[in-house]
């Protein structure tokens, strides 16, 4: 007999935000197809979220010859920072971001 | 030799200060993460900690503590009706945020609230041979006791199924102030002064544990 498997929950916005923040910080300047990859996002979406943090100067993008890449701001690591906190304090009371 | 008016001062005092800062870091996350549950913590330790600031300042203010009220018969029982209001409100928000959290919405929690006054009025001998506030101080422990472990159990169900070290240190730090709110309460039952004292130090422990908490997460200190 098959077993019940609990469906996982959508990512909230700001899951997403703290995956590509992530990914943006390891990578020291991410491609937006490593970022597309490693967070794991459609094309729409990896559109759509990496203008928001552009226009909340999170991130910033360069172009180098041909290549685009984006990379973390001051603004963007004291915000990942925060996300952090928060991630380990809510956890504590049965909370996931 | 000090005396429990200074000891009860202090611990609350330390208590109260730790509980709204746990209420301070809730309601700073809450804006990033939008939850019920921290809704409920940030309002609950908030009433928490000016219900034991209160508690501290009231001890020193009358010279006398909450047990020592009954045996030395003076005056101050509202002063220290309010603290005990504050403290039951905060662990009926706990109990409320952590019902939110478990069961999408306060419905069961509310199932169980008449139990617990059931409980308290079915102590007509106590009520009755006692002075009124006294019965309230008793009931209001009592009551306090019961949101507690309500609040403990839902915390044992999220540490078994986060197994995280943070969840731990929240469920200890509740278990704790449950331990000192039973000995709280036999204090009053009892009408011993020194084992209200203790009842305020494991309390105090328990609030130690939620510090430990914030520290350790990152809260406090570099980060």
């Known amino acids: ?97 | 030799m000090v005396s429990s008016q200074v000891l009860i001062f202090v611990f609350n005092l330390l208590s109260g200060i730790v509980a709204l800062l746990v209420s301070y870091y809730a309601f700073r996350f809450n804006r990033l993460v939008e939850s019920s549950v921290l809704r409920y913590v940030s309002l609950g330790f908030a009433l928490l900690g000016v219900g034991l600031v209160a508690e501290a300042g009231i001890s020193v203010f009358l010279g006398v503590n909450l047990v020592e009220l009954f045996v030395v018969k003076r005056i101050g029982v509202l002063a220290n009706a309010a603290f005990l209001v504050l403290q039951l409100l905060a662990y009926l928000v706990f109990a409320l945020g952590y019902a939110v959290g478990a069961f999408g919405r306060p419905k069961r929690f509310n199932e169980t609230l008449p139990v617990g006054s059931l409980l308290v009025l079915a102590t007509p001998v106590i009520r009755d041979a006692l002075p009124q506030f006294y019965n309230f101080a008793l009931a209001s422990e009592l009551l306090m006791v019961l949101l507690l472990a309500f609040v403990v159990f839902e915390g044992i169900l999220i540490y078994s199924r986060t197994h995280s070290k943070f969840s731990l240190m929240v469920l200890a730090g509740f278990a704790l102030i449950l331990g000192g709110h039973i000995i709280r309460f036999g204090s009053i039952a009892a009408l011993s002064s020194a084992l209200y004292v203790d009842g305020t130090i494991v309390q105090f422990f328990g609030f130690l544990s939620l510090l430990l908490f914030l520290i350790r997460s990152g809260r406090i200190g570099p980060t």
């Open chain 1, 1 to 97: 007999m098959g077993e019940l498997v609990q469906p996982e929950k959508p990512r909230s916005a700001l899951k997403i935000y703290l995956d590509i923040l992530t990914t943006v910080r390891d990578q020291g300047r991410a491609k937006p197809t490593r970022i597309l990859y490693l967070a794991n996002l459609s094309h729409d979406r990896l559109v759509k979220y990496i203008s928001e943090l552009l226009s909340k100067g999170l991130i910033e993008e360069k172009a180098e010859e041909e290549n685009r890449y984006y990379t973390l701001t001051q603004k963007g690591m004291d915000f990942l920072n925060e996300v952090k906190k928060a991630e380990s304090f809510v956890s504590a009371f049965g909370i996931t971001i």
